[in-house]
């Protein structure tokens, strides 16, 4: 077998080289939109900090707005990736007439400890936390993909277990506010962790360790105080 050229001219080098110019160019746009915001971000500085030249940004993703856009749909990837697991597991036991509570809620705790790993860990989370952050205060290019991808990917499957772990319809005002509380566990880790409060907590491993058996262990409580009222 023939391998194929990865040096000189060859077109696996130069895809390569492309690849990791485009991607030092979302990591450096991540950061300075993280810190500065959408405005205050310039493509010059984006360029500068990936080490690339300037038409280079307009070569991968057209302009700052398609570059912007691309660091959602990358965050939309990722978040797709973490919950993809879980997605046939909730579908089965939402289509069981018999599914036991047990099962619901331990679908619910596994949904919220992923969650947990997604917005506490991987690359440049720092600066994820914040891009989000800014994101909602800006209402910048592509708010509204971010919020869709979160309702569809983790509040939305929520929503319909703690539903029907309650004997009620997902259309249940009630119902509603009690996942937002339920997700919000975790949400606020999501938060700028240079704040006093989430300083404090800390989220090295052993801190996420920790954040997810707190989690698990009042989702769990909810979900007999749940099973206890029907």
């Not at 700028?192 to 907590?201: E, F, G, S, V």
């Amino acid at each position: 077998m023939i391998e194929p050229q990865t040096t000189g001219r060859g077109r696996p080098a130069t895809q390569a080289r492309g690849e990791d110019s485009r991607r030092r160019i979302l990591e450096s746009a991540l950061d300075l939109f993280a810190a500065h915001g959408y405005e205050g971000a310039s493509t010059r500085q984006i360029a500068e900090g990936a080490g690339v030249n300037l038409p280079a940004i307009q070569y991968y993703f057209g302009n700052k707005e398609g570059l912007y856009r691309a660091i959602i749909e990358d965050i939309v990837a990722d978040t797709e990736r973490h919950m993809a697991g879980l997605w046939p597991r909730v579908r089965a036991a939402l289509d069981r007439a018999d599914v036991t509570a047990a099962e619901l809620t331990e679908l619910l705790c596994d949904m919220l400890e992923t969650f947990v790993t997604l917005v506490t860990s991987g690359a440049q989370v720092e600066s994820r936390r914040l891009f989000f952050a800014r994101a909602e205060v800006e209402e910048t290019p592509g708010l509204d993909r971010l919020h869709d991808n979160g309702m569809q990917q983790i509040f939305n499957p929520c929503l319909a277990l703690f539903a029907r772990l309650h004997g009620k319809s997902e259309a249940d005002q009630e119902m509603t506010m009690r996942t937002m509380a339920l997700i919000g566990q975790v949400v606020i880790f999501c938060s700028n962790n240079k704040r006093p409060i989430l300083a404090a907590a800390g989220l090295d491993g052993e801190s996420v360790r920790l954040i997810k058996l707190i989690v698990r262990e009042h989702t769990l409580a909810i979900c007999r105080a749940a099973v206890s009222a029907r």
